[in-house]
């Protein structure tokens, strides 16, 4: 394994309501933030209904933020594939691997929101049902192959993309699982990476994590091919500030709206606290390991708690939400940044072994130095005794 990687997953999720032109420029802003703070990594998904994940190309909004933020890496959190014909998905990212100059993430998924789907006439079960057969196709394309097919929406005829992309390995594809096997199947039968975007926030006592890398394993041994846990992504909330007190205060700002987005629209129904509560909804997120609400040094136990459970991964992706207000909210990335990122990338240990040798040689110093003053002082007390004598 590599060192962990850390980034942002950024739905974007955004009251509605709000000033939507503000939250998307917002959210560039903090592109730019968490570049310069040193994060590897993020992430933008594609939605087309219920007002609050508001980005609906993120093709277009990564185009928009790549000259800001001249260093990280971006991904497509995901590309609903199965709603788009997959040769101009294909080429859509390919122009896009290049506009970055092989600064891209292709993260793939069926669509998550129903609302999503029903405008162009399909179910859940016809979005995942295209998310195999477009799969296979984008990835014969994306290798430069020719490709005839016929889908249940698209007919390609010999078709094939005029840009190969722009490194010699290809771009990295990434498969979205929330709590099905679909995603960890179509992985690894193709060797790629995984998007684990319900990474902590399955039903209780049911370890999505392993069971996924598990059916990777199975489908890669199956098909001949290889997974690797480097391209293995985990996404998990996170609000910390420099005391756990004023995080809670913080995550007031939203966290009862969000709580009832995901549990209502997005359909994760274990995030609701029936009451509307703050002080519950934090306890939940805290004591279910959903996240972390509280201080760096919570959040570090939390990431070493993921790393134990799962045998290793990749990248952690931190969540975007808008619990907290904007100022707070960039504070937390650069607590993260400060506090908890070195611990896992090793910049933490050479200082703190530098900070240890440093206080040892103090010791040792201040040790020979009252050695010195009682050596003196002894000296003095037997010169008093022998003038007197």
């Known amino acids: 394994m590599s060192h962990l990687r850390f980034g942002y997953f950024i739905a974007p999720y955004h009251r509605a309501g709000t000033n939507p032109t503000l939250a998307l420029h917002r959210d560039l802003d903090f592109v730019e933030h968490i570049d310069r703070l040193g994060y590897d990594e993020v992430w933008f998904g594609e939605h087309h209904s219920a007002g609050t994940e508001i980005i609906g190309s993120p093709e277009i909004f990564i185009a928009a933020a790549a000259s800001r933020a001249p260093r990280i890496t971006f991904g497509t959190g995901v590309v609903s594939v199965s709603y788009h014909n997959p040769l101009w998905v294909a080429d859509r990212i390919v122009l896009l691997d290049h506009l970055t100059r092989g600064r891209l993430l292709f993260g793939v998924g069926p669509g998550s929101l129903p609302t999503d789907s029903a405008m162009i006439g399909l179910n859940p079960t016809q979005t995942r049902e295209l998310l195999e057969e477009n799969l296979d196709i984008l990835v014969r394309l994306l290798d430069g192959d020719a490709v005839t097919a016929t889908t249940a929406t698209h007919t390609l005829v010999d078709a094939r993309l005029q840009l190969r992309p722009y490194n010699p390995g290809g771009i990295p594809i990434s498969v979205a699982a929330v709590a099905s096997p ?198 003095y007390q037997r010169e008093l005794q022998e003038r007197e004598s």
């Open 182 to 379: 679909t995603g960890a199947r179509l992985a690894g039968r193709y060797g790629l990476g995984l998007l684990s975007i319900g990474a902590t926030l399955t039903a209780e006592g049911f370890d999505a994590l392993a069971h996924h890398w598990n059916i990777m394993e199975e489908r890669a041994a199956a098909y001949g091919t290889t997974v690797d846990r480097n391209q293995w992504s985990l996404l998990s909330p996170f609000h910390i500030a420099e005391t756990e007190e004023q995080a809670r205060k913080e995550v007031a700002y939203g966290i009862v709206e969000w709580s009832r987005y995901f549990a209502n629209i997005v359909a994760f129904p274990q995030m609701a606290v029936e009451t509307g509560n703050v002080d519950q909804m934090i306890a939940f997120i805290n004591d279910s390991g959903v996240g972390v609400i509280g201080t760096p040094d919570q959040a570090r136990g939390h990431v070493e708690r993921l790393l134990k459970q799962t045998s290793g991964f990749g990248s952690l992706l931190l969540m975007g939400h808008d619990w907290a207000a904007p100022q707070a909210t960039r504070r937390s990335a650069e607590l993260f940044a400060e506090e908890v990122i070195p611990h896992f990338q090793g910049q933490a240990k050479p200082t703190l072994e530098a900070a240890d040798r440093a206080a040892a040689v103090r010791e040792g110093f201040n040790k020979a130095q009252f050695a010195a003053i009682d050596h003196m002082t002894a000296k």
